[in-house]
Nanobody, 121 residues
Framework: QVQLVESGGGLVQAGGSLRLSCAAS????????MGWYRQAPGKQREWVAQ???????NYADSVKGRFTISRDNAKNTVYLQMNSLKPEDTAVYYC???????????????WGQGTQVTVST
């Protein structure tokens, strides 16, 4: 069994910064892609950023240049550094990982529980 636990959300003023973390634990053989998504009230969940096992990154246009995704493979953890935050960044942020589990050696998608980020004007 695999669990993803997020931390780091909160309330911040526009222009401020937050750093989100998401740590995976359990029967993990390897982790392929790690990513972040977000869902604002009344809107669909949207993709924010991703990082491959090789360290290649991609970002949604709305966050490019402001957010940075990184990973620590030794800790099975992905981070999202969010700078120059805007009110429109307010959402519940979810981490997602494609994890190869020990027993089956097959990849599965796992999600964190979500963490609230609120950016005030």
């Amino acid at each position: 069994q695999v669990q993803l636990v997020e931390s780091g959300g909160g309330l911040v003023q526009a222009g401020g910064s937050l750093r989100l973390s998401c740590a995976a634990s359990g029967s993990i053989f390897s982790i392929n892609v790690m990513g972040w998504y977000r869902q604002a009230p009344g809107k669909q969940r949207e993709w924010v950023a991703q990082i491959t096992s090789g360290g290649s990154t991609n970002y949604a246009d709305s966050v490019k240049g402001r957010f940075t995704i990184s990973r620590d493979n030794a800790k099975n953890t992905v981070y999202l550094q969010m700078n120059s935050l805007k009110p429109e960044d307010t959402a519940v942020y979810y981490c997602q990982m494609t994890i190869v589990v020990v027993i089956t050696r097959a990849p599965y998608n796992y999600w964190g529980q979500g963490t609230q980020v609120t950016v005030s004007t």
